[in-house]
């Protein structure tokens, strides 16, 4: 077995140390690194443990082990991934005795480095056991408290304590770094969701109902990916906050509707199903690749009334004409601050810059689809983000600058009605705590006429 397990370890160092040298998405690497070092499928609940852990944990990791390293300039970078990788295990997680976990790491650091750094390592490990971690109490300024024990930069903690408060900062911090139930849609013009349920629970998996999302179900145990129901089409993985802007849009059935950021056709597929299959959904995306992605999803769930454009969609308003279309959904680009449970290693690349400079592309796109929406038509604007700059300003500036649009208070009655509590005016702002969801804002205008 320990073969196996030290290639789990080093396999999850050598992830952590790529992730940050290329600041690519962890879970794109995570799944090359799978395939390409053929894990046994028992080891990759463990290696995603391992991988994730330690990136949600990364600020709190360094700080307890602060005290124990004398000079962790002078470090290699690999051996700081191995000392947070090994600590990860010793603080969080109950199944692996500590003395193993220090065993592989001193074995790992024999193997890649010379045996004074295997005795460095062994050397900080047994002395954390030995004395404790340092404590967290010490740290008197409440937001820097916060900041370490969730390990979210103090900027962004500081930005949404004087946006949302203390405590829903809190709440919303320590959801972050729980690990992400995956959810999926049925795709309600093939199967049922009772049908789909009861094929996913004959393949193994063990599922179930979204108390939230009438055609969402939640994956307790299995990857939907590699389920039959997935590979013909009777669902689709889709986070459930996601799924609420094709009910805030309220396509009916042959209608013309604009997706304008579409990829990777999450919204514009459910909208299709939504519609029977009828009518058609002008799904634009600015890269090639990505629009690919929304005809595979198309094409595996069966949906003939999407047609695809690569398109800048700034440039939208010269290929059709003003309001040519019923309904316009506009998934802006955003920060993604929403989703730092799929994707942790997002907290420490953004900067506070980067708010400001999105929300500047969001009024363009604001601006450019705006006058394609018919009169009396609807315009849903929606991001995967939880920080006002990007929310409810960019709306305000672009209502202030266009009278003919006004908010569609009636969107509520179109929402799930467990969603229903949480929407007061013509737009929502839904936070990982709600309902374990991403973090996700919609907001929803008429058009006057």
Not at 119 to 125: R, S
Not at 304 to 333: C, H, Q, W
Not at 410 to 431: H, N, S, W, Y
Request: with cysteine; proline share 4%; hydrophobic share 40%.
């Amino acid at each position: 077995m320990t073969s196996k397990r030290k290639n789990v370890r080093e396999a999850a160092m050598d992830l952590l140390a790529a992730i940050e040298k290329n600041q690519s998405y962890s879970n794109l690497l995570l799944n090359s690194t799978i395939e390409k070092n053929q894990i046994p499928s028992i080891d990759i609940g463990l290696l995603t443990e391992l991988t994730y852990g330690t990136l949600q944990r990364k600020m709190a990791l360094d700080f307890f082990l602060k005290p124990f390293i004398k000079n962790s300039k002078k470090l290699e970078n690999w051996v700081l991934h191995l000392l947070r990788l090994t600590l990860y295990q010793m603080v969080y997680l109950d199944k692996i005795p500590d003395r193993a976990a220090i065993h592989e790491a001193v074995e790992i650091a024999k193997r890649r480095g010379h045996k004074g750094i295997a005795g460095l390592v062994n050397g900080v490990l047994r002395s954390i056991q030995r004395e404790g971690l340092p404590a967290l109490d010490e740290v008197n300024d409440p937001i820097e408290r916060l900041s370490i024990e969730t390990s979210h930069p103090e900027w962004l903690v500081s930005r949404w304590v004087d946006q949302f408060g203390y405590e829903k900062t809190r709440e919303m911090c320590e959801m972050n770094i729980l690990a992400p139930l995956q959810t999926a849609r049925v795709n309600l013009t093939k199967t049922t969701v009772r049908e789909c349920i009861e094929e996913l629970d004959e393949e193994g998996f063990l599922i179930e109902r979204s108390p939230i999302i009438p055609e969402a179900i939640h994956s307790l145990k299995g990857n939907l990916a590699s389920s039959k129901a997935f590979k013909t089409g009777k669902l689709t993985i889709q986070d459930e906050s996601s799924m609420l802007a094709a009910y805030a849009l309220g396509a009916k059935e042959n209608e013309k509707i604009l997706d304008a950021c579409a990829a990777p056709g999450g919204k514009s597929t459910h909208i299709a199903e939504k519609m029977q299959s009828t009518g058609v959904i002008y799904s634009i995306d600015l890269h090639e690749h990505k629009v690919k992605l929304i005809q595979d999803n198309a094409k595996r769930l069966r949906l003939g009334n999407i047609k695809t454009i690569v398109m800048d969609s700034r440039g939208v308003g010269e290929e059709y004409p003003a309001e040519s279309f019923d309904r316009v959904l506009l998934d802006a680009p955003c920060s993604g601050l929403g989703v730092i449970r799929r994707k942790p290693d997002m907290k420490y690349t953004k900067k506070e810059e980067d708010i400001l400079h999105l929300s500047k592309i969001q009024q363009t796109l604001l601006n450019a689809v705006s006058p394609l929406v018919k009169k009396g038509g609807i315009l849903v604007y929606s991001t995967c983000t939880v920080d006002k700059e990007e929310n409810e300003k960019t709306l305000k500036t672009f209502l202030q600058d266009h009278p003919d649009f006004a908010g569609d208070m009636t969107f509520k009655d179109r929402m799930p009605e467990a969603i229903q509590p949480l929407i007061t005016g013509f737009d929502v702002q839904i936070f990982p705590q709600d309902f374990g969801s991403d973090g996700f804002y919609i907001a929803v205008l008429r058009k006057k006429g």
